[in-house]
């Protein structure tokens, strides 16, 4: 067989508009086609690999962008946290080679989806890999009636809820005093955000480990308040929410970790 008749191997680089991202991917693009890789002009799914420079903001909006796809990606950090990213600019290098040699593995990472029903019966749903946050578009406090699996738990009342999974429960889920799990646990993690726990109102005041079967109802006291539900960062505004119903989607995201990745010292790392 020779070079025309074999198949093409299809990359794709996503990044950001900063300077050290532009120019990592500039060299990234010459490294990649000097080794026999056709690096696309834009996203398919005829990609066998989705590479993201940037930090954990441009990776995530390359999943929202691209819809989810089975594609597998890997990221090259030039951020700052960079906790989904894997490799650093100057192992450029070693990352190619490493791919050609097929030393690495591909970790699924859990989604999770929010399915919103209006007062007038439209429905809208909304898939992220980190969290689903519900909180008033008005910077005021809510009032929801939360139920786990079709059975009533509490009125909520505070600046709202967070609905992470474990992928996203070292995100904005770490910032509220939420726990941190290990990616390979197929669950979600509802957190509350300044709840209210007086005489008038009781709401949890920590978070809950929910299994992967479990989906998570969402009445709002009230029909006519404004609510903003976002999906990792992306937010949508309603007036008319009469139910919100949360659980982990079906999908999964994957990511390409390489001999020696451990996540426990990953977390030690970045927080510690």
């Known amino acids: 067989m020779n070079s025309s008749q074999m198949k093409k191997r299809i990359v794709y680089i996503h990044t ?34 989705a590479i ?54 591909l970790q699924p990472l859990s989604t999770v989806k929010a399915c919103v029903v209006t007062e007038s019966g439209e429905t809208k749903e909304y898939r992220a890999l980190n969290e689903v ?44 005093g939420g726990s941190i799990v290990d990616p390979r646990l197929k669950l979600l993690q509802v957190t509350p955000i300044a709840p209210m726990n007086t005489t008038a109102y009781r709401s949890f005041t920590s978070s809950i480990l929910l299994p992967s079967d479990m989906e998570i109802g969402i009445i709002p006291e009230f029909v006519m308040q404004e609510l903003c539900i976002a999906v990792d960062g992306i937010e949508y505004k309603y007036d008319d929410v009469k139910e919100i119903n949360i659980s982990l989607a079906g999908t999964a995201v994957n990511l390409l970790r390489f001999e020696g990745y451990d996540f426990w010292n990953k977390v030690k790392t970045k927080f510690l």
Not at 16 to 40: C, M, P, Q, R
Not at 148 to 164: H, K, M, P, Q, T
């Open 52 to 105: 993201c420079v940037g930090g954990d903001g441009a990776f995530l909006g390359a999943v929202h962008k691209f819809g989810f796809p089975h594609v597998p990606f890997i990221g090259i950090n030039t951020g700052h946290l960079g906790f989904f990213q894997e490799i650093h600019p100057e192992q450029l290098d070693e990352f190619i080679f490493n791919y050609k040699q097929n030393k690495y593995t």
């Open 133 to 176: 946050l519900i909180k008033s578009a008005q910077c005021r406090s809510i009032h929801l009636n939360i139920s786990i699996g079709g059975s009533f738990i509490e009125r909520f009342s505070g600046d709202g809820i967070l609905v992470a999974t474990s992928a996203g429960s070292t995100g904005y889920n770490y910032s509220l």
């Open 16 to 49: 950001n508009d900063t300077e050290v991202s532009i120019k990592t991917k500039n060299l990234l693009k010459v490294k990649l086609e000097k080794s026999g890789f056709t690096v696309a002009d834009d996203f398919s799914d005829s990609a066998e690999l």
